[in-house]
């Protein structure tokens, strides 16, 4: 069974568009996240939602929009987008306990051209 | 605020032992984690330290020294698998956990 799942894996757009990438968790965790890794593999968080309440919005263009329709789905929405944001993203849930433990899904690899 | 700091990259030999090291400074503490990724993969949980000490997990270690700020991740027995980026990462009380930028470890036959 898949833990944390995201669709699609790749995405190739041209700039100026708008795309979506969604995420669902099978774990029961209360907390979801978004980071982005960039090509020097720097992993930085962007958002943290917990029980669907936005909890943790790093300094991140407000072209990107989490949205959580329930406990186990966080999707990403990105309008206009700029070569800058090609990146893999990632989503990840955690339990929410001391080690904060981050299960990560696959990654989306964003190509912007 | 908090920041993390590891090498950029190690190089071992197949078989042998390599340690990766990791240097902290963060106003609350509560814990140090490493993570593994493999390329074109997500990044996967290794291990925790809450205390001071050594944590054993098969032939991976981590260790913490909370006094120095400063921890490290043991491998043992390299194996070409182990090729792969580590990264330290430090859990906040608020959901967050904070990552460093990962260590390249490239493993020689």
């Known amino acids: 069974d898949t833990a944390v799942s995201q669709t699609p894996k790749y995405l190739v757009t041209q700039m100026g568009n708008d795309k979506s990438i969604k995420c669902e968790q099978n774990l029961g965790h209360d907390t979801m996240y978004w980071y982005k890794q960039d090509s020097k593999k720097f992993l930085k968080i962007m958002f943290s939602?917990?029980?669907?309440?936005?909890?943790i919005n790093e300094t991140v263009p407000n072209r990107f929009s989490p949205k959580s329709p329930d406990k186990a789905h966080l999707n990403l929405h990105i309008n206009s987008l700029e070569l800058g944001d090609s990146a893999v993203y990632f989503c990840?849930?955690?339990?929410?306990?001391?080690?904060?433990?981050?299960?990560f899904g696959p990654g989306t690899r964003l190509t912007v051209l | 605020g908090q920041s993390l700091e590891q090498p950029s990259e190690v190089t071992a030999v197949e078989g042998a032992i390599v340690q990766i090291n990791c240097t902290y400074q963060?106003?609350?503490?509560?814990?140090l984690s490493w993570y593994q990724q493999h390329d074109g993969g997500a990044p996967t949980f290794l291990s925790y330290?809450?205390?001071?000490g050594l944590e054993e997990t098969g032939r991976f270690s981590s260790f913490l020294s909370r006094s120095d700020s400063y921890g490290y991740l043991l491998l043992q027995e390299l194996q070409m698998k182990d090729s792969a980026s580590y990264f330290c990462a430090l859990p906040r009380g608020d959901d967050k956990i904070i990552f460093g930028k990962g260590t390249r470890l490239h493993i020689l036959p």
């Open positions: 939602y917990n029980n669907k309440e936005l909890i």
């Open positions: 990840a849930s955690s339990r929410g306990d001391e080690f904060n433990e981050q299960f």
């Open positions: 963060t106003s609350g503490f509560y814990g």
């Open positions: 330290n809450g205390l001071d």
